[in-house]
């Protein structure tokens, strides 16, 4: 089906693991971002990708690595993961349209012990 | 820093009432603005976008606009307990082409 894919949809992990998560998406679609959602917090921004080989840092983006070696993956790797990083992660696109909309995974929940 | 702001709530109001969603935005170079709706466990859906100052009508969905007093806000009309979900506002400054920045969002209730 079309649209965008996370994976892994619910991941444990132990403090001083590296995780990567995935994202997949089938539209072509130029833009993509990388947010995670806490209570309290909202959805926050951590990389976002104009075009492969083209990322750029969010609002968050400490710990956090990405790349962009195709147009339809953006994975997401915390390269030593830490309690803060418990979150819902969310990864989107967007159309480059006039209208902007915002297309999102399923997104990944991610625990660290 | 952009900031978007949005009472938490929860806004509770009973079935068949208007609930009204409000959203500031400190950022004057913002163009386009979204109201996204999230249900408990998934993830956002885009149900409302507005360019311009004025309303903006969907179906049971108004969307307002005030760019000078920097205030978007989402009217349901005829609310229904499905209506019952997290509305998060988001802006950005070119609609497709920039990142948005969202806000906490706001819980609405609708009890039957």
């Known amino acids: 089906d079309a649209g965008i894919t996370q994976s892994p949809r619910y991941k444990i992990t132990e403090t001083g693991r590296q995780v990567t998560l995935m994202c997949h998406q089938t539209?072509?679609?130029?833009?993509m971002f990388w947010y995670r959602q806490d209570l309290g917090h909202g959805l926050r921004l951590i990389y976002y990708s104009a075009a492969a080989d083209i990322t750029d840092k969010g609002e968050v983006p400490d710990g956090y690595v990405v790349s962009r070696s195709k147009t339809e993956n953006f994975p997401l790797t915390l390269e030593s993961a830490t309690r803060s990083q418990t979150s819902v992660y969310f990864c989107?696109?967007?159309?480059?349209?006039?209208?902007?909309?915002?297309?999102f995974g399923e997104g990944s929940r991610l625990t660290v012990l | 820093q952009k900031e978007v702001e949005q009472n938490s709530g929860p806004l509770s109001v009973p079935e068949g009432a208007i609930a009204s969603l409000n959203c500031t935005y400190s950022d004057r170079g913002s163009q386009s603005f979204f109201w996204y709706r999230q249900y408990s466990g998934k993830s956002p859906e885009l149900i409302m976008f507005?360019?311009?100052?004025g309303d903006k009508e969907d179906g049971r969905f108004t969307a307002q606009l005030n760019k000078a007093s920097q205030y978007v806000s989402l009217l349901i009309r005829d609310s229904q307990p499905s209506d019952s979900a997290t509305y998060l506002c988001?802006?950005?400054?070119?609609?497709?082409?920039?990142?948005?920045?969202f806000g906490k969002g706001t819980m609405l209730l609708v009890s039957p």
């Open positions: 989107a696109s967007i159309t480059g349209t006039s209208t902007g909309e915002l297309f």
């Open positions: 539209w072509s679609h130029s833009y």
């Open positions: 988001a802006v950005t400054r070119i609609a497709g082409y920039s990142t948005l920045t």
């Open positions: 507005i360019y311009s100052n």
